[in-house]
């Protein structure tokens, strides 16, 4: 709790004197937040304390311009709010998970007034630094000081905490954006091999925690990297491979802990055991639910505000809630908030692929973003969801900059 408040408050003051500066260290600053819940559960005070200073870090950027620009945003957002309202069981759980998706989007109209008045390349690459450092910090720091309940990956050997669950899908975010600057740009062969060594722990990371999800992300987004950029060639991987596959097998302790991860995703070798994975079950359920059971009310405005917990408690009979952002906004804040949301997304994020050498790691990180709504992680976690819109609004920039299109 101490290092949260204090965490906080440091970045609060940075905020007043960097206003700009402030929001490009937000990513660092919420894993810096998570590094402290390592020591002790997320405590309500510090939560609602880091709620309060991003909102007024967030608001503090904001423009009529920028307000009028994306009028969409706010009329989601404004939805999101009354139903959240007028229909949730939880109030204050309903409350949370709101915010989440009110910081997130406030990026887009955020990000645009950050990169038209302040735009830094080297304030962006010191954020990446630090991301890329306090990520396999975070593993390291929790496998030696966490609880029990940070030993929630596969194995129990292994304590993955935030970066096992909601936070996993930011290894492939940080490794390719690294890789586009250590391609794209010229630095010196020092900083070149750092920036390596970095991207190549993030991968030893991504391979330990054994999270199927950002793993297929990766190599799907991969294949549009090479594409684009055509200097990562076939040696080079097999190369980079060979490096990582020699390290695990070499540092046995590294080793036995992927070998456990491995060991307990056994299940998952066979497509047969795929058919019993709960998101599978809970996509038949969602179907089931929308056909048979949802009022036509329901249908269209939600049963439960952005929680689907009661959902879990008919149909899991447990605290299992909805694994799949799509299925969790559907059931919900119904037809009306899923159509605003992929409204949103289409005309802010979608159709406004740059152009130049920056496009190719827009897609890549479209892509992410878009795969990341089929099994889930976005609506539940601002440790990932926010730091997405950052870098897709900073790539989106540097394209149109490029281009001389702003």
């Known amino acids: 709790m101490v290092f949260g408040i204090f965490i906080s408050i440091i970045y609060a003051s940075y905020s007043f004197l960097k206003k700009y500066n402030a929001i490009y260290f937000l990513p660092t600053f919420l894993l810096l937040n998570a590094i402290g819940d390592i020591f002790t559960d997320e405590n309500e005070v510090v939560k609602w304390l880091k709620y309060a200073i991003i909102m007024l870090v967030l608001f503090r950027m904001l423009t009529f311009r920028a307000i009028k620009k994306y009028f969409s945003v706010f ?63 975070y593993l390291v720091i929790a496998n030696i000081y966490g609880g029990e309940s940070l030993r929630n990956s596969y194995s129990e050997d292994f304590a993955g905490g935030l970066l096992s669950t909601t936070g996993s899908n930011l290894f492939p975010i940080v490794i390719l954006s690294s890789l586009f600057y250590i391609i794209t740009k010229r630095i010196r062969a020092m900083k070149k091999y750092i920036s390596i060594g970095l991207v190549s722990l993030s991968m030893i990371s991504l391979i330990l925690i054994f999270r199927r999800t950002p793993i297929v992300m990766l190599l799907l987004s991969s294949f549009i ?174 394209g149109n900059v490029k281009s001389n299109n702003l």
């Open 75 to 137: 009329v989601f957002l404004g939805y999101l709010l009354i139903v959240v309202f007028l229909n949730s069981s939880d109030f204050f759980y309903s409350l949370k998970m709101y915010f989440i998706l009110f910081f997130t989007f406030l990026m887009l109209p955020v990000s645009e007034v950050l990169m038209m008045k302040s735009f830094s390349e080297k304030q962006f690459l010191k954020n990446l630094t630090f991301m890329m450092v306090l990520m396999p910090l």
């Open 225 to 398: 990297f090479i594409y684009y950029y055509r200097v990562f060639s076939f040696s080079k991987g097999i190369i980079l491979l060979t490096f990582l596959s020699s390290f695990l097998l070499t540092n046995s302790k590294i080793s036995n802990i992927f070998n456990a991860q491995l060991a307990a995703r056994e299940r998952i070798s066979t497509v047969e055991n795929y058919t019993n994975e709960g998101r599978v079950i809970e996509t038949f359920l969602v179907l089931n639910y929308i056909k048979n059971e949802a009022t036509p009310l329901e249908l269209f405005f939600g049963s439960d505000a952005l929680s689907t917990k009661e959902f879990g408690k008919r149909n899991f009979r447990g605290t299992r809630t909805i694994h799949s952002d799509i299925s969790s906004l559907l059931v919900s804040v119904g037809v009306v908030g899923m159509f605003l949301f992929f409204y949103v997304v289409r005309k802010f994020i979608i159709k406004t692929i740059p152009k130049g050498k920056s496009k190719g790691i827009y897609i890549c990180l479209l892509l992410i973003f878009l795969l990341t709504l089929i099994p889930g992680r976005f609506i539940s976690s601002l440790t990932f969801s926010l730091p997405i819109f950052l870098f897709l609004g900073y790539f989106r920039f540097l």
